[in-house]
């Protein structure tokens, strides 16, 4: 895995590369550009807000806008690695037979171009809260929630690129994960909190959901605009350990399947 992560680092020029690509050729002649990445969380957000405010928000159509739209950004990063993520070998073919290059590298290439538009959409997050709240603790949790968008990259890029193998094998994963993921917008608690779940004894859905545990740990930190108290930080604490215990195992499968299937998959292509 040592040896692979470094010929990664090595081609990561190359890997830039293909990332720019993409930027470039999705936003080509594009009046607002890279803007439209924001659109679409927008714009779900504002009919979020309108529809399920007085319903979900105790009545505060600000912090509930904030709240649905760090919900979107992270559930479509998420989403969006592991379903374009799974067509990364299929995608870039091309490249493959061309050159020795990590396989690793194009579902990496994928992933990073999904995280850039989560960054942005989460930074529209830390200006509506800035403005909302008119304090500069909200950098606090800008800072708490570093890290875990940092393992919800690196879980995003093993879920990738086990997809990835997959589909080059089953070309239906790809599918499936596109039909998971409608099922898990609405098990995810993205537009609605926790405590909905909870009051209905449906609490163990949240904990079963790896995609609950990144939304967490990214969207909590920058709601609480602010200094936490020892009790917040306790429970990100934990948060992250389960994080971590997570990532791991996923870090663990995708070499696994790397390992098992990286001289094979040249062949179902």
């Known amino acids: 895995m040592f040896r692979h992560l470094s010929a990664v680092w090595t081609a990561r020029h190359f890997l830039l590369a293909l990332v720019k690509l993409d930027l470039r050729l999705r936003y080509k002649r594009s ?29 505060d159509p600000v912090g509930y806008a904030a709240f649905a739209l760090a919900g979107l950004a992270v559930w479509g990063f998420l ?30 290439r994928t992933v990073l171009g999904q995280a850039i538009h989560a960054c942005m959409a989460l930074s529209v997050v830390v200006a509506l809260l800035v403005v909302w709240k008119g304090d500069a603790g909200v950098f606090v949790g800008v800072a708490l929630a570093l890290p875990g968008l940092l393992l919800a990259l690196v879980a995003a890029w093993a879920v990738a690129t086990i997809g990835a193998f997959l589909t080059a094998f089953f070309q239906d994963v790809a599918h499936i994960l596109e039909v998971a993921a409608q099922i898990g917008f609405f098990l995810t608690p993205i537009m609605y ?4 779940l909870d009051d209905r004894g449906l609490g163990w859905l949240v904990d079963i959901n790896p995609a609950s545990l990144y939304l967490s740990l990214i969207r909590d930190p920058l ?18 350990l389960s994080a971590l215990a997570v990532t791991a195992v996923l870090v663990a499968l995708a070499a696994g399947v790397v390992s098992w299937l990286n001289k094979k998959v040249i062949f179902h292509l």
Request: proline letters at 5%.
């Open 31 to 59: 009046v607002l550009g890279i803007g439209w990445s924001l659109a679409h969380p927008i714009a779900m957000t504002v009919v979020f807000t309108v529809v399920f405010s007085q319903l979900f928000g105790d009545g």
């Open 193 to 196: 909190r926790r405590s909905v």
């Open 79 to 108: 989403r969006d690695a592991a379903t374009h993520g799974s067509r990364a070998f299929l995608t870039n073919e091309g490249y493959i037979r061309q050159s020795p290059m990590p396989y690793t590298i194009y579902t990496l």
């Open 223 to 240: 709601l609480l605009a602010g200094i936490p108290t020892v009790a917040q930080l306790g429970q990100l604490g934990q948060l992250y």
